[in-house]
């Protein structure tokens, strides 16, 4: 008898077998080839089930030899960021009536998990100024991926306008997804100095082969796409969409997707109370324009306001018609899973922070990083942003050293420091991707600046 | 009598006073001091005026306790395992043990970021390699990724290794999928999302993959096959030895979808059955919750020379520590950013290492048994029907038909699960397989009581005999009625956020 089994009591079991009319549970499997049925025990977990306690015991040990990072929390960046988790999105997230649910194809019974999903797509419709976001993707790469293939749909042309200094994972992603599909990604290069778009190679680019431009503001590298309406506009002249990808924060202060004409917009809504977990889960943020031939290609779940036959108010899903279990080889796309319970932990997150919540938090994570690379450029040889002038909560570091060494050095001062950027983009040198948050203190940042002086200057 | 919570509980936006807020930024004048200027002056520098969104987000104004009272009112409204059964076919809504949820909430998971140094994680990997070895044994593979995030994400992994693999042998021209009749939606959406033609291939009267029909499909323009096994009809594909090997045979790959794989965990492998890729659905087999629609996770696994194909980094150990190997010569790329759905990875380790290995066979035994405790207990109860051979035991679930019922009384597969709501019981998945009319699609998994599948049966004699006006007001004890679904997915009155509503509400004529 094991508890999570209830029936495993040999009284239950016997009633059981004795109601099916077998002798034993061998009997139910006889349909299945002898050739076929594993004739040893499966040699997994520990030769025997283990207890809580010993369970417990067993992953504590294990987790034991992570070395984690809260004194001061990491400064890395690279699409994942260290940021505060409110006590309440942990607590609400946890509710079991939430993470025990099914996706709500029943909906009068799951009513309280339809609302919190619609109140997900409401706050991000407003966040994004559009009004149409889905009830979520994987993550970030995933939607990028998602939103080229729809890109490709609704236009019927095949080639996708990408920023050379886009996200290499996404790039990576994306490039895997569509290519099956037969869209081509192409880059677009950037301004040495300032990282924007070329404004040049995109207007030569920009053939009538073109479905998308997809841009990033803030990019990758840290630094805003100045010229978003310029790129925006080229890209409809054309009869192409605008994507852009963005980070929900800087909304509290940057002009919102909606706002300079995207079509679709993604982003990743890590920063809205999912921790970090070493990159999962995530969600993918999913956003359209009002506009038929978007919402109707739209991939993913949505949730939408009605009411009962008796008028009072409720909540389904619809548009289902996009969708694979109506449509099969004809769907939209064929996710199902997503991250339910990561768009209500971004649901309470939004709520908390509320209207003016939003704005303070961004400009606070907007000054914070400002002083640290303000702090950092100090140091005689390092450039910070070593890209671009205004950045949200990331930028590229360069320094005049090897970065890997500087790495380890501040990790020996229990510091993680930024992503070496030397692999994805050797043309910026030793460079690194720094992201500072609403997390990260004066002092901490203090200490970052000291320690990487302190090597710097030691004529390493 | 069972009765759902029935709050009328506003949306968060109609809650609130101005000027509220629910969370405290951390104050910054230190900062700002250091930064030598007055705080308007430094954002101006920082995000200059043309970046600027011209005003604040509309979103609700409400304190904390506002918050917590409105989203616990909302978990009131939902139901899950923890609740009561959710017996859903094919989507194995088993309990969530409490101790892995516990478990992972941990500063040494959340607090680690994804791109840290291998050094520093070495427990984590530690515990996703063992995993990996574990799933690769319990499937009968030589390596799996643990990169996708689902199950539908698997399979366009799984289709996406079939047709590099093809494409690289100089094969073009096989761009044909074969996905039986009674597969998963996801199958032909994942196959076509990779590139290939779905080509149907029908269920015969058994219940099993029609053999005539197989042959006849299979051609030089075979790319591989999808199955799962045990199918959707809950019943063993007994030829399935045949049937990779013809496939085989046609130069085809054979893919299986890891959606039913609770009902012969221990019992017999994918791998043994001629599968090359399996995908698993680590929030159905492996007790990870689903979440009300996700995070769950789709690691792929692979044998032979289709492990080249699995997306890159695959986790290595070299004797001494664990690392990401980026090398990369035929796979397929990336299908996710960084490395997969840690969480609930993480919770499938503890759920296997609960159960060890007399605990998985022990799954699917009672996840079986269970089955056929229901299909033991339907019998003699009037108005449904067991399509397909009903003689053959079935696995992990079974469908039966509302047919008689609907044509005797006009009560529909829809009015029998709108009244299970009613009893406090979930619906089961219904309409679907799209081969069995009016589908009721039960699924009890290894941790239903029963007590509680006894009384499923039993509700559903009852149902079959209410009088029809009556079985078509129902659902009255949830927190809605019946919902207007036409109204829902009308052009003039669709509303998919608060902001459309608002729209509307201003005057506007928005029409999708």
Not at chain 1, 26 to 38: G, K, M, N, S
Not at chain 1, 139 to 152: C, G, I, K, P, Q
Request: with cysteine; net charge negative; charged share 25%.
């Amino acid at each position: 008898m094991h508890p999570w089994l209830p029936n495993s009591s040999p009284k239950v079991e016997e009633k059981i077998l004795r109601s099916i009319g077998v002798e034993g549970v061998e009997e139910l499997f006889r349909d299945i080839p002898a050739d076929i049925v594993l004739k040893r025990p499966l040699q997994v977990g520990f030769g025997k089930p283990l207890s809580e306690s010993e369970v417990a015991r067993l992953v504590e040990r294990l987790l034991s030899k992570n070395r984690v990072f809260m004194d001061p929390p990491p400064f890395m960046g690279g699409g994942v960021c260290a940021h505060h988790v409110p006590s309440l999105v942990a607590e609400i997230v946890r509710r079991s009536e939430f993470y025990t649910a099914y996706t709500p194809y029943q909906a009068e019974i799951s009513q309280g998990l339809l609302q919190a999903l619609f109140e997900y797509q409401s706050l991000m419709a407003d966040l994004v100024d559009m009004d149409v976001v889905n009830a979520s993707m994987y993550d970030m790469s995933t939607a990028v991926a998602e939103s080229f293939l729809m890109a490709a749909r609704v236009t019927g042309r095949s080639r996708i306008l990408v920023p050379a200094t886009m996200n290499p994972q996404h790039y990576e992603v994306a490039r895997t997804i569509v290519e099956a599909k037969g869209v081509k990604l192409v880059k677009v290069g950037y301004d040495r100095e300032t990282g924007m778009m070329s404004l040049d190679e995109l207007s030569s680019k920009l053939s009538g082969e073109v479905a998308a431009v997809y841009v990033e503001n803030p990019g990758y590298l840290g630094f805003f796409e100045e010229n978003i309406e310029a790129i925006s506009d080229a890209a409809h002249s054309r009869g192409a969409l605008l994507i852009a990808g963005f980070e929900p924060l800087s909304l509290g202060l940057v002009k919102p997707p909606g706002a300079y004409g995207a079509d679709i917009a993604v982003a990743e809504g890590q920063p809205l109370g999912l921790g970090m977990n070493y990159g999962g889960p995530l969600l993918g943020i999913f956003a359209v324009r009002w506009d038929r031939r978007l919402v109707r290609q739209m991939p993913g779940r949505l949730i939408g306001m009605t009411e009962s036959l008796e008028g009072e108010r409720g909540f389904a899903m619809i548009l289902q018609t996009r969708e694979q279990h109506i449509r099969r080889e004809k769907a939209t796309s064929n996710i199902t899973t997503n991250e339910a319970l990561a768009a209500i932990a971004a649901a309470v997150y939004l709520s908390l922070l509320g209207r003016s919540g939003i704005v303070r938090l961004a400009e606070t994570i907007m000054l914070r990083a400002g002083y640290a690379a303000k702090r950092l450029s100090e140091i005689p040889g390092v450039e910070a942003p070593a890209f671009g002038s205004r950045h949200f909560k990331e930028f590229a570091v360069r320094f005049p050293c090897r970065y890997r060494e500087l790495h380890k050095h501040l990790m020996e001062h229990g510091v993680l420091g930024g992503h070496y950027l030397g692999e994805e983009f050797p043309e910026l040198g030793e460079a690194a991707l720094f992201c500072v948050t609403e997390v990260h203190s004066k002092r901490d940042i203090d200490l970052l600046a000291e320690k990487v002086a302190e090597y710097v200057g030691g004529g390493a | 009598m069972w009765r759902q919570a029935r709050w009328s509980e506003p949306l968060i936006y109609e809650l609130g006073a101005p000027g509220r807020m629910g969370f405290l930024v951390p104050d910054d004048s230190d900062i700002v001091e250091a930064l030598g200027g007055d705080r308007d002056s430094l954002l101006e520098q920082l995000i200059p005026g043309q970046l600027r969104r011209e005003s604040p987000p509309p979103l609700p104004e409400v304190s904390e306790v506002e918050v917590a009272r409105h989203y616990t009112r909302l978990s009131q409204m939902s139901y899950g395992v923890d609740n009561g059964p959710v017996p859903l076919g094919s989507c194995t809504m088993k309990y969530n043990p409490k101790i892995a949820e516990q478990l992972v909430a941990d500063p040494r998971i959340a607090m680690l970021h994804p791109l840290q140094d291998e050094e520093t994680v070495q427990g984590l990997l530690e515990i996703l390699y063992t995993l990996e070895r574990w799933l690769a044994e319990i499937t009968g593979m030589d390596r799996c990724s643990l990169q996708p995030p689902a199950g539908a994400s698997g399979e366009l992994t799984g289709t996406l290794m079939i047709r590099k693999y093809h494409v690289d042998r100089g094969e073009e021209h096989r761009v044909e999928m074969l996905v039986p009749d009674s597969a998963h939606g996801t199958n032909p959406a994942s196959a076509a999302m990779a590139g290939f033609r779905v080509v149907r291939i029908p269920t015969d009267e058994g219940g099993e993959v029609d053999m005539e029909a197989l042959r006849a499909a299979l051609s030089d323009q075979t790319a591989g096959m999808m199955l799962t096994n045990p199918n959707t009809l809950g019943v063993f594909e007994s030829r399935i030895l045949e049937i990779s090997g013809l496939v085989h045979e046609a130069g085809g790959i054979m893919y299986y979808d890891g959606a039913n794989l609770n009902g012969i965990l221990g019992v017999a492998r994918p791998g043994d059955m001629g599968f090359d890729i399996v995908h698993i659905n680590i929030h159905k087999t492996f007790a990870a919750p689903h979440g009300g629609g996700g995070p769950g996770a789709g690691p792929v696994c692979a044998k032979g020379e289709m492990v080249d194909y699995l997306p890159r980094p695959l986790l290595e150990y070299d004797g001494e520590k664990y690392y990401w190997d980026y090398s990369c010569e035929k796979c397929i790329g990336r299908v996710r950013a960084f490395h997969g759905n840690i969480v609930p990875l993480v919770k499938a380790f503890i759920y296997i290492a609960s159960l060890g290995p007399q605990g998985l066979r022990k799954i699917a035994e009672q996840a079986v048994l269970n089955t056929n405790y229901f299909i033991s207990l339907m019998k003699g109860v009037e108005n449904y029907e067991l399509p397909y051979d009903p003689s053959k035991p079935r696995k992990h679930e079974v469908v039966y038909s509302a047919k008689p019922l609907t044509e005797k009384k006009g009560v529909t597969a829809e009015d029998v699960a709108k009244n299970l709501l009613d009893a406090g019981l979930y619906a089961p998945t219904i309409y679907f397989p799209l081969i069995v009319e009016e589908a009721l699609m039960i699924e009890f998994t290894d941790t239903e009581t029963a007590e509680n599948i006894e009384r499923y049966a039993e509700t559903l004699r009852r149902i079959a005999a209410m009088e029809p006006e009556e079985a078509k007001k129902a659902p009255r004890n949830t927190s809605v009625g019946r919902l207007d679904l036409v109204r829902a997915n009308h052009p003039a009155t669709v509303t998919p956020s608060y902001r459309v509503y608002r729209r509307r509400a201003a005057g506007e004529k928005l029409r999708l």
